[in-house]
């Protein structure tokens, strides 16, 4: 049967519009089914309470339930390796942290380079740490603490999360830039550390605020600084450890990424949304009671964000000659 041109034309017309018509679809229909955020760490935590608040505002925008997985082990490594393994669709994210930068020079054999393996999709936060000491301790100042740690050398331990966490890379950095002596002591996880902090076992810990900020409001622990190098609006009274020793920033954050290859105008979508929770004021005051700041932006200046992570502990675990244990 011969089709009459104009018929012709406009079913030709048709078909060459369904490739980006296929797209559009394919867009606007993301996410079709429950997506997952894996957190590389135990629940409770600082990285899995900005996953649970993000993941509850992308719920009631996409429609879709995103539902938060913690996988911990390995300094967040095996739950980082699950979503770089999974199918590049936008239905597996990572929840990362400052641990993934960290871990790509601590240790010496992984799977996967996170940097090459991963797509960013928006950052969430900045969290500062806190530079807390034990009540005994005479120290009240951070110079004060500086000059007491040179007076007793090897005599004050330095507690932390584990080897090469972010309390420990936040003191092997204060102790690199002030030439102090402190015996590193890793404990498994942050509450531990605080347990003994608080007891007197340990001196000083390099914890985030979200986890520290109600021990000092309470008067167990003594706050010295923030390592932000901007004082925390949760804690405005506080100065910062840069204050006293210009250079210094040692923060925690969080951000969402998917694996390589992930279609771009899912990350776009993603991205937007997350942007968009991160300027909603009911949100973003949940995500400032954690001391958090927020990072908004693209998805390439989260990439650069990582980057630039990445340089920066790898140099302190070179010089301190770190290895993951």
């Given at each position: 049967m011969k089709l009459p041109r104009r018929r012709f034309l406009h079913l030709a017309a048709s078909a060459a519009a369904l490739p980006s018509a296929s797209r559009f679809a394919c867009a606007q229909a993301y996410p079709?089914?429950?997506v997952r955020l894996i957190v590389g760490f135990a629940a409770g935590g600082?990285?899995?309470i900005s996953a649970r608040l993000i993941a509850q505002w992308l719920t009631e925008r996409l429609g879709q339930s995103f539902v938060v997985e913690n996988r911990p082990g390995a300094g967040s490594n095996i739950g980082t390796e699950a979503v770089i393994n999974a199918p590049a669709d936008g239905y597996t994210l990572l929840v990362g942290a400052t641990a993934n930068a960290i871990n790509a020079t601590l240790y010496d054999k992984l799977n996967f380079v996170f940097l090459r393996d991963i797509a960013p999709v928006a950052g969430l936060i900045r969290v500062p740490n806190v530079m807390e000491v034990n009540l005994s301790l005479p120290s009240r100042t951070v110079p004060e603490f500086i000059a007491y740690a040179k007076a007793n050398p090897g005599k004050l331990s330095m507690a932390s999360g584990g080897v090469g966490a972010a309390s420990h890379m936040a003191g092997e950095l204060f102790k690199a830039m002030t030439g102090i002596d402190m015996v590193h002591v890793p404990y498994r996880g942050v509450a531990p550390a605080l347990a003994d902090l608080?007891?007197?076992?340990?001196?000083?810990?390099?914890?985030?605020?979200?986890?520290?900020?109600?021990?000092?409001?309470?008067?167990?622990l003594r706050a010295l600084g923030v390592t932000t190098t901007m004082?925390?609006?949760?804690?405005?009274?506080?100065p910062t450890v840069a204050e006293f020793l210009p250079g210094y920033e040692s923060s925690a954050w969080y951000g969402v990424s998917a694996p390589k290859g992930t279609?771009?105008?899912?990350?776009?979508?993603l991205n937007k949304e997350i942007n968009a929770g991160l300027s909603d004021p009911k949100l973003s005051a949940r995500f400032a009671e954690l001391g958090g700041i927020s990072i908004r932006g693209s998805?390439?200046?989260f990439g650069k964000l990582i980057a630039d992570e990445t340089e920066k502990w790898g140099k302190v675990v070179k010089f301190a000659g770190i290895k993951a244990e």
């Open positions: 079709a089914r429950p600082s990285t899995d608080i007891g007197g076992q340990v001196q000083v810990l390099f914890d985030t605020m979200p986890n520290a900020i109600e021990y000092i409001k309470a008067g167990k004082r925390s609006a949760a804690m405005p009274e506080l279609r771009a105008d899912i990350v776009e979508k998805a390439a200046e």
